[in-house]
């Protein structure tokens, strides 16, 4: 036996952040997670009921190999760690590590769709990046790669296709300013309708180091079309899927966002089945969680957190018969680009935002491509630490959410938290299991 305890030798605590289930399908084993390390460990009771003793007690007079197990998880930490303090440090390291910059950049804001719940408000005024602006943005990149390691770059929109040619452009410049300061260079296209996502398109992609795209399909053609259509109404389902079965050969990765609320929520697994049906295997569906972003969207067709947690879950539980991987929480340092000072959204004029659904609201622009004007929406983003936020720093999932939303808390929306606070141990159950079936049939 080992001893470690308060009293002399090393001393050791149980973590804050330690979370523990009765398996479902076996009450002698014990699910353990860690939600700052992110491990996952099953315990037998017998060993999980000396562990509680012993973390009363703060003298730990277990098996080496137990003892050395739970160390490993972090269940079992330094007496002198403050975990919290930990979780500070990493957030700020990340959020101003000033040898990345990611910038999401809209060309334009116009659109093709008339999507009912989208909080965009310029659809037909399809005018792109001013020639001033590109020059600005690219004097800004210039000046910034003189220090980085890394310029990551999402487009965006509106939808970012309708500027594709200026996609292009700029995306070549950029590449060459990186090449000239030995940077490396990475994109995505972080939201696109996918009706103009052609063969063409995607082979012109690899040309601009664009290895990610997310299309949006909000479900089977009849709920898709009645959702997110053309000017003239026109359904755009059967183009949009169409575009994902050419794109087989070609393709960078696809997410499928599937944005969901009460019109669709019960519908939302057919577009696993037609997934599955088309052998679209290297296409990625997840579930977007539709808010009433600017009082665009009737708030009450809009689900709660702990209703599309639920959803999630059983949603997961289809898919992972789709995918070979399993869904598992996340680490998250910082949530977003709000949250990160190296981070910004550009819209065409060259107005910069902290958060993707400020764009084209003025007040919550904080500034221009090269001057900070409204400190006060910057410091509401970027100065927010949870750790010291006398809800969140008590939570045990705090290290998988960090506080959650910031858009959301500052429009003092009171639901931010991580679908996890209401789905976790489901999740995790689900592993389990998944994990037990995979080994017995090995």
């Known amino acids: 036996m ?26 002698n ?10 491990a996952l460990a099953t ?22 190999e137990f003892l050395e197990n739970l160390k490993r998880g972090n ?28 910038l999401t950049i809209a060309p334009t804001l116009g659109c093709n769709f008339r999507c009912v719940y989208c909080y965009e408000k310029e ?4 005018h792109f990046m001013r020639e001033d602006v590109q020059k600005d943005l690219l004097r800004l990149i210039e000046e910034k790669c003189k220090k980085l390691d890394l310029l990551s770059v999402a487009w965006y929109g509106g939808e970012p296709l309708l500027a594709f040619d200026l996609v292009k452009s700029l995306s070549k410049k950029f590449i060459e300013i990186c ?21 063409e398109i995607v082979k012109e992609l690899e040309d601009i180091h664009v290895k990610h795209i997310q299309v949006t399909i909000d479900g089977p053609k009849d709920i898709h079309d009645k959702r997110r259509f053309l000017k003239g109404k026109q359904g755009t389902f059967d183009k949009i899927f169409k575009n994902l079965k050419n794109l087989s050969e070609y393709s960078p990765s696809i997410s499928l966002r599937i944005n969901v609320d009460r019109e669709n929520c019960d519908r939302v697994n057919e577009i696993v089945d037609l997934l599955e049906e088309n052998n679209l295997t290297f296409v990625t569906p997840y579930l977007g969680y539709v808010e009433p972003t600017n009082d665009m969207y009737d708030k009450e067709k809009c689900l709660t957190i702990s209703e599309f947690a639920d959803i999630e879950f059983q949603f997961s539980k289809r898919l992972n018969t789709f995918l070979e991987n399993i869904k598992y929480p996340n680490r998250v340092i910082n949530n977003c680009c709000a949250d990160c000072s190296n981070s910004l959204v550009i819209d065409p004029d060259g107005h910069i935002y902290k958060c993707w659904s400020d764009v084209g609201i003025s007040e919550y622009s904080i500034g221009t491509l090269f001057e900070v004007q409204n400190e006060k929406k910057l410091y509401e983003y970027g100065l927010y630490d949870p750790t010291l936020d006398e809800v969140c720093k008590n939570c045990t999932i ?28 489901d999740c995790l159950q689900e592993i389990y299991e998944r994990k037990n079936q995979e080994m017995a049939q090995k």
């Open 2 to 27: 080992n001893k470690f305890s308060r009293k002399g030798g090393t001393a050791m605590k149980e973590s804050r952040f330690n979370l523990f289930y009765p398996a479902r399908s076996n009450p």
């Open 29 to 38: 084993k014990i699910l353990a997670y860690n939600s700052k390390s992110n």
């Open 43 to 64: 315990i037998n009771k017998d060993d999980f009921d000396r562990f509680k003793k012993c973390s009363q007690k703060g003298v730990y007079d277990l098996d080496e």
């Open 75 to 102: 269940f079992l930490i330094e007496d002198d760690v403050d975990e919290l303090d930990v979780l500070r440090y990493q957030q700020q390291s990340t959020r101003y590590n000033s040898s990345y910059l990611g």
């Open 123 to 126: 659809h037909d005024d399809i």
């Open 179 to 199: 090449d000239k300061y030995g940077v490396r260079y990475q994109a995505n296209i972080i939201i696109t309708n996918g009706y103009l996502l052609n063969k």
């Open 398 to 425: 705090l290290p998988i959410c960090m506080g959650g939303c910031p858009r959301r808390r500052i429009d003092n929306v009171v639901e931010r938290c991580s679908p996890y606070k209401y789905n976790l141990e």
